[in-house]
């Protein structure tokens, strides 16, 4: 049985504020820094086998602060990176949220494909694919998957067998850990979602 620990990437200055989306050198604040020393203490004594993470820079921070901890390298995989907003990257969320296409990503975001960039849907599965890519070549592994907001509700709806449209429901908090067990011959099983650390689950 493969587990999952699904960690959103700790704060950085645009967090609540700006559609960071896949923007090049956003990295953590002081806030962000603490929360992933922090974070990162609470995986320390448990087994961990790898820890891998999106290739954005505030996640990858995330990671290495993580993977320090537990004397390990941090392994990239596209497959966790986060969604392509395209040309709503960088715009702060004001706007946004009036417009007609902020109103769908709550009434039916499975349809929801932002201006020149990816469905939200799409994004979803692709980083289901990641997971099951770890399970399959590990299936005994703990993996720390560190990634994003949108794409770890993504992952959890799926493994809860809920209809994506309802994937607003679940919150994902920066630096909140998610876990999910893949066993190689049942059902997953959603342990933990937006916890504040891994706590019993190591």
């Known amino acids: ?18 559609l960071s989306g896949r923007a090049p050198g956003i990295p953590l604040d002081s806030d962000g820094r603490r929360q992933a020393r922090e974070v990162a203490e609470l995986f320390r004594g448990g087994r961990i086998d790898a820890v891998v993470s999106s290739p954005i820079q505030r996640c990858r921070e995330t990671a290495q602060t993580v993977a320090k901890t537990l004397d390990q390298r941090v392994r990239r995989d596209q497959a966790f990176i986060e969604i392509d907003y395209g040309t709503w990257t960088g715009r702060t969320f004001g706007p946004l949220r009036r417009t007609r296409l902020w109103k769908q ?8 494909t932002f201006p020149e960039g990816e469905n ?3 994004a979803g599965r692709r980083a289901v694919a990641g997971c099951e ?10 993996f720390v998957v560190v990634s994003h907001g949108d794409i770890i509700k993504g992952v959890i709806s799926h493994y809860l067998g809920q209809p994506f449209d309802l994937y607003q429901r679940i919150v994902i908090s920066p ?11 049942s059902f ?6 937006n916890a504040p650390g891994p706590g019993e689950w190591l």
């Not at 990503?105 to 929801?112: D, H, N, Q």
């Not at 890519?133 to 703990?142: E, F, M, S």
């Open 175 to 185: 630096a909140s850990v998610s876990v999910i067990d893949l066993p190689g011959d």
């Open 105 to 112: 990503l709550f009434l039916s975001p499975a349809r929801v």
């Open 1 to 18: 049985m493969a587990r999952l620990f699904l960690l959103r990437h700790a704060r950085t200055a645009e967090t609540g504020i700006r």
């Open 133 to 142: 890519a770890l399970a399959t070549d590990l299936p005994r592994g703990r």
């Open 188 to 193: 997953p099983r959603v342990l933990t979602v």
């Open 120 to 122: 939200l849907a799409a």
